[in-house]
């Protein structure tokens, strides 16, 4: 047992080291290091370009999306040197939030589902960020329960016609391309009338609108669709089979090994280790005490576990499924963590904004965001299910609608 | 980075595995449970035989030499067998002190005994209710000869040495607590059974009056001692929790297979699998913080005090978690004396205190993370 | 707002006092005041016999049945009134607690009037103690699920079968029974709900060893029992509507005080020196107390709601359903933390352990007070369907005949 790496895992550590040392964006790291929980604000800069700009270096040296295959813009790297990109690009991954559903979700299922050509076409632009790609899977009538979907695709000679909403779509305004799934066969049961496609998104029709969220940011989008048209070459899958497909995608959202998950529990650790209460600094409090421990064993709880599923990726083996806990507990343990440290500032706690409230406001911007980390990419609950069914193998919930033609669903809950 | 046990390390838990549901079913742990022994006899030989007792142990006193991460999946699958021997008292907390401060002598003349079996020893270390500090040591030495009372000490009834941890001065200073080894055998010692929540394992009240005694390393080092056995004791019973953890979060699992109510498998009702996924992922947690500490303890990292703590913390909750919603799982037959939940609760709530509370372990987690900070 | 008695209800309690003052059983006063931990009252039934017998001389015995049964006819806060008079020595009236509140209620809704006068005084005054015989190893939380199985023979019902979880089976007179007569329909349509003799032949009663080491329930086993027909309770197959009214008063305590270990470990806190001083000058101490603090005053409130709805002849609300849910985790909880505040110490048990080993003995009994009569699961189920008015779960078993029901799981 230790925590060393191969010695050619350091080899490629060592290169990835020099290359980044001599190539990162360093004025932003200060920013990009403080920033907390997606709010990333680099200072007389647009991080949009600041991102593509990156992107676009890593690419060309080879270090974009390193394990695609080369032909698709990648670097043909193993799991475990992705890994290992991953911590050496440390504060800089940061700036590849925006591409991060394109290239870890549209990607695997366009080389999954796309011609050769299509493969050759897109995904290198993907890869370099040149492209950005959104998801567009959740819809108002369909959340944890994605193949609720109502967007219809209709045949109409070699196009299909889109007509319908999305909703929790993530860049989707400054995206090139989009991957769509949508019902094309509503009298069959709801797993089986789906059908996947990309789509380039100025086609006509499309609209954009971005979702004031409950902490008053806009991350998300709605996209409209009304008469798009879509040509049958971008269908990705065959007709029908697009909840197969969406699997793909979907599967790929939970892999993010190696990955740290935010907990809040730094963040706190430093703030109590620096406030002075009453009675003498707030470490030194047995209540402060007491509960900074429960969180402490839970944030170590989780590197380790990634450490775990590292260790088996460096094997060559597949991890096992621990590795599916790490969004489960931090998303709660964050909004406990905030809730309090909030506590911990007494009356003055209620302010926010970095002039007005303590460590910059951070606690109380955790706060409002963290509610939504429970529920995006799958809720509390559907992660409890997913444990419960693929981990310790119970059965899974009864379904009243499996066998039933999605358009006899019933679509109120009440009268 | 290779932050797993080896495959060797796994046969060896295979193997500790095979042997323990052999020799170790539950109906040979309710013999003591029953009081119908103080520990299984035979079950001891065996693990000495196996070798398991003697893991840790250099080859030179009789051990197999093998190591720290070797003892620690053996420890697992004695917490996941609720294996009712001395095992705990005599490896975890006895063997440690000698290897760590013991003189060439006091290893000779007892650590091989240790792995053949033959010799069980503890710690004498609490003296009624309290945590584990220097000013809770009230027993005093006095030219090597001991007076005072010690309890609980975990299997004191039926040990056959203990190390005590005994005052030698009252400066207030860590180094007034000295430690010393005690041959129960001789005269001056007196034993009392106590009553406990895990009847399972042994527990006394061991009374020292002019006991011979021979100091175990340097008199001044004492505490710092002791805090390095309770260390490394912390994380060998934090796998024997995750042990308890994973076998408790199985039973619920089948019985939620198993059992019918509604006309459906209770484990398809959400409550009852959203319970059970729960309890896996504080096994999870506990298991790789575990993990964590094994490698602390394998490498002596400057690491291992805050290891230990995280590792005994998590593992007291996910142990503890586990086995009371194990019993909610089972309904009332979890609660018959017939079906096993009850002992898997027991044995977790005695170990969640055995080495010190869980207050006093965050206490500790927080003080050694603030020095680390700090330095 | 006030906590004060209506005219009429401090005449009541003035009545009720002076006669509690002048009758009760002083000198078991300590002894039920502060019982031995882990300690029960089996075999000192009769204590709690000659204090019912008392009781129902005076007219106080079941005060607010009907006067013809044996009661006094109280209204519904006049028994709460008397339940809070009364104080420790209401623990005597344990034996009683099933035969009055959930036998005695069943009878009276369904028995005939010869029967009802016949064995309802008994009950009343404790001379004759019943028992509830409806869980079996195979329906639990799914109580319609029971397999106890009664056939039709000349005028008898001839019973077969297996009940467990049994309170007081051991020393009860009389039971009600609830049994399967049609396995070919709907599981909820097959039942019938007797009341029987429990001399009668072929009643064996075997007491459950329980994991704290007590015995307070039996398995009752019936093989060929004899029950007459006269004793049914209710149409044939109507039992699971029979069944409603005895578990409807099983939830239907209102002003009884739910114990949750709060007083116990706030007083103990208050009396432990820890390393740092007394435990209660401890922040995290405190934290703790003050968050259980609130959840025992909460349900302590919440009871006084039921109980001013009670005086003002409204039916109380829904509110005091929570109180076994809250006060069933809390003790477990409770009791882990009183036991973490005596280090290593705590895990001794009994006369070795601090404070007699009250929170040892709550710790091993507290995962009861979770399961027995509704588990946490389906208390929750209960508030959400029938307070918050959600969905019931899907019954896959709703529509098909009892004995096509799965009863393996793999």
């Not at chain 1, 409209?224 to 879509?230: H, M």
């Not at chain 3, 002083?26 to 000192?44: Q, V, Y």
């Not at chain 3, 195979?138 to 029971?146: C, E, I």
């Not at chain 3, 069944?243 to 114990?259: D, Y």
Request: proline content about 5%; aromatic content about 8%.
């Amino acid at each position: 047992m230790n925590f060393d790496d191969t010695p050619q895992e350091a080899a490629f550590r060592a290169q990835a080291r020099e290359w980044i040392a001599a190539n990162a964006p360093k004025q932003y790291e200060d920013d990009l290091r403080k920033a907390s929980l997606g709010r990333v604000q680099l200072k007389g800069a647009n991080i949009l370009e600041v991102a593509k700009a990156w992107q676009k270096k890593k690419a060309d040296a080879g270090w974009a999306v390193p394990h695609w295959p080369k032909d698709y813009g990648g670097r043909g790297a193993t799991p475990i040197e992705r890994v290992i990109w991953q911590q050496e690009e440390g504060v800089f991954g940061k700036l590849g939030a925006l591409f991060i559903i394109g290239q870890g979700m549209c990607g695997p299922t366009m080389m999954a589902f796309a011609s050769e050509d299509q493969k050759r076409h897109f995904l290198p632009p993907l890869a370099s960020g040149e492209n950005v790609w959104c998801q567009l899977f959740s819809e108002p009538a369909g959340g944890s329960d994605v193949a609720g979907l109502r967007t219809r695709a209709e045949k109409d000679g070699d196009d299909w016609i889109i007509n319908g909403q999305k909703i929790w779509t993530s860049g989707a305004h400054y995206s090139d391309y989009g991957i769509l799934i949508t019902r094309t066969d509503p009298t069959v049961p709801k797993h089986k009338g789906l059908t996947m496609f990309f789509l380039d998104m100025k086609s006509p029709g499309v609209e954009i609108k971005p979702i004031k969220q409950a902490n008053g940011q806009s991350e998300f989008n709605e996209v409209y669709f009304t008469d798009v048209r879509i040509p049958d070459a971008q269908r990705l899958g065959a007709v029908g089979d697009g909840w197969n497909v969406s699997l793909t995608t979907l599967m790929n959202e939970r892999m993010s090994i190696g990955a740290n998950v935010a907990t809040g529990f730094p963040e706190l650790f430093e703030f109590a280790n620096t406030l002075i209460l009453d009675d003498g600094p707030a470490i030194d409090n047995a209540a402060v005490r007491s509960k900074l421990a429960n969180w402490a064993v839970r944030a170590s709880g989780l590197k380790y576990t990634s450490f775990r599923a590292i260790s088996a990726l460096s094997k060559g083996e597949r991890p096992g499924p621990e590795n599916s806990i790490g969004k489960l507990v931090a998303g709660s343990m964050i909004q406990d963590v905030a809730t309090y440290a909030i506590d911990l500032q007494g009356a003055a706690g209620v302010m926010s904004g970095a002039d007005d409230a303590d460590a910059g406001g951070k606690f109380q911007a955790m706060l409002l965001r963290s509610p939504a980390t429970r529920v995006e990419g799958g809720t509390d609950e559907i992660l409890r299910n997913i444990i419960a069914e693929r981990v310790l193998g119970l059965p899974g919930d009864i379904r009243v609608d499996k066998d039933v033609p999605f358009n006899k669903i019933p679509t109120k809950g009440r009268a | 980075m290779n932050f797993d046990f080896s495959d060797d390390q796994k046969q060896l838990r295979d193997e500790a595995r095979k042997f323990l549901a052999s020799k170790c079913p539950p109906k040979a742990v309710r013999q003591v449970l029953d009081g119908k022994a103080l520990y299984d006899k035979e079950l001891w030989k065996g693990l000495a035989e196996m070798g398991f007792i003697g893991v840790a142990i250099p080859e030179e006193f009789g051990g197999t030499g093998a190591g720290h991460l070797e003892l620690c999946v053996v420890a697992e699958e004695m917490g996941r067998a609720l294996a009712p021997v001395p095992f705990s008292s005599t490896v975890y907390l006895a063997a440690e002190a000698l290897m760590l401060a013991g003189t060439e002598a006091q290893k000779q003349k007892w650590l091989p005994k240790i792995a053949s079996g033959e010799a069980i020893g503890t710690l004498a270390l609490f003296e009624g209710s309290g945590n584990p500090t220097p000013k809770s040591i009230k027993l005093v030495a006095n030219n090597n000869t001991l007076d005072g009372t010690k309890k609980p000490v975990p299997d004191g009834e039926i040990a056959d040495f203990a190390i005590v941890a005994a005052r030698t001065a009252s400066t207030g200073r860590d180094s007034d607590i000295a430690l010393f080894i005690v041959d129960l055998m001789d005269g001056g010692v007196t034993r009392k059974a106590l009553t406990s929540v895990d009847p399972s394992r042994n527990q006394a009240e061991i009374t020292f009056k002019g006991a011979k005694a021979e100091p175990l390393g340097a008199a001044a080092d004492g505490w710092s001692i002791l805090s390095q056995v309770l260390d490394r004791a912390a994380v060998l019973v934090a796998f024997e929790q995750v042990g308890g953890s994973d076998r408790a979060l199985e039973m619920g699992r089948d019985y939620a297979l198993d059992r019918i109510a509604f006309g459906r498998q209770i484990g398809s009702f959400q409550a009852v699998k959203h319970m059970l996924a729960d309890m896996y992922v504080s096994a999870t947690l506990a298991r790789s913080n575990c993990y964590y500490g094994a490698w602390a303890l394998s490498t002596n990292a400057s690491e291992l005090p805050e290891a230990a703590a995280s590792a005994r913390i998590s593992a007291t909750q996910a142990f503890q978690h586990c086995s009371k919603n194990n019993i909610q799982v089972h309904g009332g037959m979890g609660f018959t004396w017939e079906f096993d939940c009850h002992m898997y609760y027991r044995r977790s709530n005695a170990l969640a205190l055995s080495l010190g509370s869980l207050s006093y372990w965050e206490d500790q987690l927080i003080e050694r993370m603030r020095k680390k900070n700090a330095a | 707002m006030n906590f004060d008695d209506t005219p009429q209800e401090a005449e009541f309690r003035k009545v009720a006092r002076a006669w509690i003052a002048a009758n009760a059983p002083k000198h078991l006063e300590d002894e039920l005041t502060n019982p031995k931990p882990g300690a029960t009252r089996d075999g000192k039934l009769a204590e709690s016999k000659a204090w019912q017998k008392k009781k129902a001389e005076g007219g106080w015995a079941c005060l607010h049945w009907p006067k013809e049964y044996g009661g006094r006819g109280a209204t519904p806060i006049e028994r709460v009134i008397w339940q809070q008079e009364e104080g420790v020595y209401d623990k005597l009236s344990r034996p009683f607690a099933i035969g009055q509140g959930m036998c005695g209620p069943t009878v009276m809704a369904y028995a005939s009037e010869a029967l009802k006068q016949t064995y309802l005084p008994p009950l009343a005054s404790g001379e004759k103690v019943w028992c509830q015989l409806f869980s079996e190893p195979a329906g639990g939380s799914d109580v319609a699920g029971l397999r106890t199985r009664a056939e039709k023979d000349g005028d008898d019902w001839i019973i077969n079968g297996q009940k467990i979880w049994t309170s007081g089976a051991h020393y009860s007179d009389y039971g009600i029974l609830i049994t399967r007569t049609d396995p070919n329909v709907a599981k909820h349509k097959g039942l019938t709900m007797f009341f029987l003799d429990m001399k009668s032949e072929g009643v064996e009663v075997k007491p459950i060893k329980q994991a704290n080491g007590m015995q307070e329930f039996n398995e009752v086993f019936f093989t060929n029992v004899r029950i007459p027909d006269s004793q049914r309770l209710g149409a044939v197959n109507d039992g699971w509507n029979v069944s409603l009214t005895t578990l409807m008063n099983e939830r239907m305590s209102i002003g009884a005080r739910v114990a949750t270990g709060f007083p116990e470990l706030f007083e103990f806190c208050s009396n432990l020196m820890l390393d740092d001083g007394v435990a209660i000058d401890n922040p995290d101490v405190r934290s703790k107390l003050a968050s259980w603090a609130v959840k025992n005053s909460g349900l302590t409130y919440t009871s006084y709601r039921s109980i001013s709805a009670l005086s003002k002849g409204e039916r109380p609300g829904p509110e005091n359903s929570i109180g076994k849910l809250v006060s069933g985790m809390m003790m477990q909880d409770i009791a882990t933390f009183a036991m973490d505040l005596q280090g290593a110490a705590g895990l001794l048990s009994g006369e070795d352990a601090a404070a007699g080993g009250e929170f040892q003995a709550l710790l091993l009994s507290s995962p009861s007070m979770r399961i027995a009569g509704g588990t946490d699961e389906i208390l929750r189920n209960i508030i959400a369907e029938r307070v918050l008015g959600l969905p019931g779960d899907i019954r896959v078993d709703k529509n098909v005949p009892f004995n096509k029901i799965a009863t393996k799981g793999r």
